[in-house]
């Protein structure tokens, strides 16, 4: 599954060094300037998970292979993007392709770097992004609903679409995003085609200074509220730090680094597992000799839709799957003491895949 997060906000708010931090396979350019940033950089990234190295310890594979998410540096935005200002109209096409939206916001002060929407206002930032993603979705409606006004009037299925554009476009007037309307059904559908920027999941990171990366400051105080009233998560970090501890090699340098400023894992490690489960995924495992293999499926999938992630073939022919909870695989050791003590299941088609499952499926050719 080509996962795609699109790292967004303001210029100069830390955007490509938080990329730089995330993506071991391509660096953005990290510099003083708006607009450094002007085709985006994608940089596919590992998902930290500790279950993934226990398996691998326990089976002693030839190999391991974690599953991935990428990541793409969207070039800074700006107030009036919508129109066309800046480099607008192209950036915000590169938002419309991404599935989630990692929001960066400055929450330091420095006057070495430049701002020219005045003082720190990590609310005020939120906002100007929040508005012209909500403005390029209501010309996107409008547009839409005059296709479908005259077409409304004597076909019931247009009078739906009609409906649910109405729906959205007097939510957008309102200065709110389309995630809130939570559509399903024929509203979902009405306007699955738009691809509307304010309808993808979002996350903010509040980039504060360091000594605010275990405490958090008023600015990211501020940031926490004005999310948490939308149900979104902030992660606090400082994005300059977790550049410098993704380009270390040595594990014991990294731990020691990390211990200097009282960081049990790096920040970008949170970063990468909640953009993870903000996309409502969860990972279900393969373990044998060979590898040791995660595998990302949607929450709520069943065995057979879990199985074709592997291959089509398996989803087709899907007879059963073989199922150990991880903890009691940790517990056991191996699958075969799984099986010996009863742990190892046997799942039909309607079995829905929990997070953790090792599976090996049986299926027909």
Same mark, same amino acid.
């Given at each position: 599954m080509a996962l795609k997060a699109g790292i967004v906000g303001l210029p100069n708010v830390g955007k490509s060094t938080l990329f730089n931090a995330v993506s071991n396979n391509a660096q953005a350019q990290a510099s003083n300037y708006r607009f450094c940033t002007i085709e985006p950089n994608v940089g596919q990234v590992e998902v930290p998970d500790e279950r993934i190295d226990k398996l691998a310890e326990l089976v002693n594979p030839e190999r391991v292979l974690p599953t991935t998410i990428e990541f793409v540096d969207i070039a800074g935005l700006v107030k009036g993007a919508s129109k066309g200002e800046g480099l607008g109209n192209k950036f915000l096409a590169n938002i419309r392709e991404v599935d989630a939206i990692v929001h960066v916001i400055r929450c330091f002060e420095d006057e070495n770097i430049l701002r020219e929407e005045g003082e720190i206002n990590p609310v005020?930032?939120?906002?100007?992004?929040?508005?012209?993603?909500q403005l390029k979705d209501l010309e996107s409606v409008e547009k839409k609903m005059q296709r479908f006004e005259k077409l409304a009037k004597n076909d019931p299925k247009a009078k739906i679409v009609f409906e649910?554009?109405?729906?959205?476009?007097?939510?957008?007037?309102?200065?709110?995003?389309?995630?809130?309307?939570? #559509?399903?059904?024929?509203?979902?559908?009405?306007v699955a085609?738009? /691809?509307?920027?304010?309808?993808?999941?979002?996350?903010?990171?509040?980039?504060v200074d360091e000594g605010a990366i275990l405490t958090g400051n008023k600015y990211s105080e501020a940031l926490v509220a004005s999310a948490k009233a939308e149900g979104a998560?902030?992660?606090?970090?400082?994005? +300059?730090?977790?550049?410098?501890? &993704?380009?270390?090699?040595?594990?014991?340098?990294?731990?020691? /680094? #990390?211990?200097?400023?009282? #960081?049990k894992e790096p920040g970008l490690s949170r970063l990468i597992r909640a953009a993870y489960s903000l996309l409502n995924l969860i990972t279900y495992f393969t373990a044998g000799v060979q590898e040791v293999r995660a595998w990302t499926i949607e929450r709520g999938w069943k065995a057979p839709q879990a199985a074709g992630v592997i291959h089509t073939d398996f989803e087709k022919g899907f007879i059963k799957a073989e199922t150990i909870a991880y903890n009691d695989y940790v517990e056991y050791? &191996?699958? +075969?003491?799984?099986?010996?003590?009863?742990?190892?299941?046997?799942?039909?088609?309607?079995y829905v895949v929990q997070d953790g499952d090792v599976m090996h499926f049986r299926f027909n050719v």
């Open positions: 005020g930032d939120k906002e100007i992004i929040d508005t012209e993603l649910a554009l109405k729906k959205c476009q007097e939510h957008l007037m309102e200065g709110k995003n389309i995630r809130e309307l939570a #559509l399903e059904g024929d509203d979902a559908d009405a085609d738009l /691809f509307l920027l304010t309808a993808k999941p979002v996350l903010y990171v509040a980039n998560e902030v992660i606090v970090m400082n994005n +300059t730090i977790e550049a410098q501890i &993704s380009e270390m090699d040595d594990a014991e340098d990294k731990a020691m /680094f #990390l211990d200097e400023y009282g #960081l050791g &191996s699958e +075969t003491a799984c099986k010996e003590n009863g742990k190892l299941r046997i799942e039909g088609k309607e």
